[in-house]
């Protein structure tokens, strides 16, 4: 293949985690299209995701293991770096999360949800990091965070503390990072058309607030996955320790108060 029609993460092995639907299976479709060999993980077979990679003549192989199990996550980082020679590209993506008062909160449910949003990535970080340094070659880390990091939003009081977590070991990481030239980067979706949205809100709610966002609608899984290409794509080199919102403007001032109305002449 000539070298100008090379897809730009030809010869690159990523990680997906919880990539059995939503934005990671749309994250783990869209590196394969872009040339990587994806390693698909999920606590469940993510069968639907590598038929899709198949169908557009992709490469993958799932890695079957729970994000908060340690001794798994090495096992499983290990084993995919010496099946496929090399590890290039990480996204950690997987969550969980429930919607309590905190001070009513199920306490099972609370640590679940920061074992698998902050543990998860931080396990999976570290592992995948070393080998990068091993490897002497660089890399790419993709943290997948939200606007919970920074708005306190009530009810997910687990998940702000675990995403505000997540962004502050991403950026840690990245400065810790750069000399091996590994970039570490954050993503924050705004609010998005997934399975997970389901769990919280009927479809008439998610039309309805939908609406009311700045561009309209919710975000589509695989607008956020184009983004994380962005960041994995040696092309944004320079870009590391950023956080990328891919919101639709939803957390620009829009409220009616801050708009500018027509005044009499």
């Not at 996204?91 to 306490?107: K, M, P, W």
């Not at 640590?111 to 931080?122: L, R």
């Not at 606007?147 to 840690?172: C, E, I, L, S, W």
Request: negative net charge; proline residues 6%.
């Amino acid at each position: 293949m000539d070298s100008h029609n090379r897809p730009p993460l030809a010869d690159k092995v990523a990680i997906v985690t919880g990539a059995a639907r939503g934005i990671g299976a749309a994250t783990a479709i869209a590196l394969a299209k872009a040339g990587a060999h994806v390693v698909v993980n999920d606590i469940v077979p993510p069968d639907e995701t590598l038929q899709a990679i198949a169908a557009q003549g992709g490469s993958a192989t799932a890695a079957v293991a729970d994000v908060t199990d340690r001794v798994a996550v090495e096992k499983l980082v290990h084993s995919a770096a010496e099946q496929q020679g090399h590890l290039d590209i990480l996204v950690t993506n997987a969550a969980y999360s429930d919607r309590e008062l905190f001070y009513r909160a199920n306490l099972d449910g609370f640590e679940k949800t920061i074992n698998v949003c902050m543990w998860g990535p931080f396990y999976f970080a570290r592992v995948v990091a070393n080998i990068m340094i091993q490897q002497g070659n660089g890399g790419s880390i993709v943290c997948m965070s939200s606007p919970h990091a920074f708005k306190a939003m009530p009810g997910a009081m687990a998940y702000n503390m675990a995403k505000a977590a997540v962004d502050q070991m991403a950026r840690t990481a990245a400065v810790e990072l750069a000399e091996y030239r590994i970039r570490v980067n954050i993503v924050h979706p705004g609010w998005t058309n997934t399975p997970g949205e389901r769990k919280f809100f009927f479809e008439s709610e998610l039309a309805e607030k939908g609406s009311e966002l700045p561009w309209g609608r919710l975000a589509e899984p695989d607008e956020i996955a184009r983004g994380v290409v962005f960041l994995c794509d040696p092309a944004s080199d320079y870009i590391n320790g950023a956080t990328l919102p891919i919101d639709g403007g939803a957390l620009l001032p829009h409220e009616q108060m801050f708009r500018v109305k027509d005044r009499p002449k």
